[in-house]
């Protein structure tokens, strides 16, 4: 079975040329599931989670720091398309503004291509050359820290993505979480007119404390998702949102850095030091002080089976996955 999302009526025509209905994960209309996975992603991890996934969303390729193109993929990534093809799963690749170069997502490099036409159709006609030539299902759009002022070049660039590929193909596009329409227009989302040009709506609903912003803290607090979604809706309707969830955690020593550490990592951790994990109920995430005074909060299977239940009690489209091989096996 297929969700078809509702569209005002000015726009019907124009959405059915240029939008696919997703997939469900099952008959029974259950949400759908998306795993993200990086490039360097192993056929063997993508069997093992392909059980219980509708769309396998693979990172991908970068624009460049000029904002005119957008790199190719690479072997690792390319070979995940026939990966997906083969597990009979969607493939969608991801392109993004993360730079290597700046450990980080690169700010001016959205802005450059979102703020001229030119661009937008150079990167979208590169993009869509990719998903004819290699096999994806569509494309997943994950531009971060977009400038409010370049928030009518973020949905052209969507726009033009679903003009340029073949009717069956599709765009999601990734949206930083927010409790307010004022905040997600403030962050560059255009929610209404991106819900008029995309297929799914991924809501990263995480990153809500992280060692180099914040305290210690819950990653994604279920009451703060809650709210996230309850905004979102005001635009987007439920069965064209995922909820983004996370698979990793964060450690918040008392001197340094922090970092991020996988599931299974934090484990080891709180393990080896001997410390004790600590459930709490209201924020569906684990916590735990080691001996040094380092504090670590994560999410797990147990984590998931909350998120899914809230997805499924709101009509949600589905749950996006950050990212497999951090995150427990999905159940």
């Known amino acids: 079975m297929t969700r078809h999302r509702s569209l005002p009526l000015a726009a019907a025509l124009t959405a059915a040329l240029l939008t696919t209905a997703l997939p469900t994960a099952s008959a029974a209309d259950e949400p759908a599931v998306t795993g993200f996975a990086l490039g360097s992603a192993s056929d063997r991890l993508v069997g093992r989670e392909a059980h219980a996934l509708t769309t396998l969303t693979v990172a991908g390729v970068s624009i460049t720091a000029d904002g005119r193109r957008v790199l190719r993929p690479d072997a690792g990534t390319r070979r995940l398309a026939g990966t997906a093809e083969r597990r009979g799963l969607r493939g969608e690749l991801i392109v993004s503004n993360y730079s290597n170069r700046l450990g980080a997502f690169d700010r001016r490099a959205a802005s450059r291509l979102l703020g001229s036409r030119a661009n937008i159709e150079r990167v979208a006609r590169r993009l869509a050359g990719f998903v004819a030539a290699q096999g994806w299902d569509g494309v997943n759009v994950d531009l971060e820290l977009v400038p409010r002022h370049r928030a009518g070049g973020l949905v052209r660039l969507v726009r033009r993505l679903q003009a ?168």
């Open 164 to 331: 340029l590929m073949p009717e069956e193909k599709s765009v999601s596009i990734d949206v930083s979480a927010s409790t307010s329409l004022a905040a997600y227009r403030a962050h560059g989302y255009r929610l209404a007119a991106l819900a008029d040009a995309a297929d799914v709506i991924v809501l990263m609903a995480y990153d809500y404390h992280g060692p180099t912003w914040s305290g210690p803290g819950p990653i994604g607090p279920l009451r703060w998702q809650r709210q996230a979604i309850r905004a979102a809706r005001q635009a987007v309707p439920a069965g064209q949102l995922d909820l983004g969830v996370a698979g990793y955690g964060y450690t918040w020593p008392r001197r340094g850095t922090g970092r991020t550490v996988t599931v299974a990592g934090a484990r080891r951790l709180v393990r080896k030091d001997g410390a004790r994990a600590v459930w709490h109920p209201a924020y569906g995430e684990w916590s735990a002080r080691l001996s040094d005074g380092t504090v670590l909060w994560w999410s797990d299977r147990r984590s998931w089976r909350l998120r899914a239940r809230l997805a499924d009690d709101l009509d949600l489209h589905g749950l996006a996955l950050w990212r497999l091989g951090s995150a427990d096996p999905l159940p």
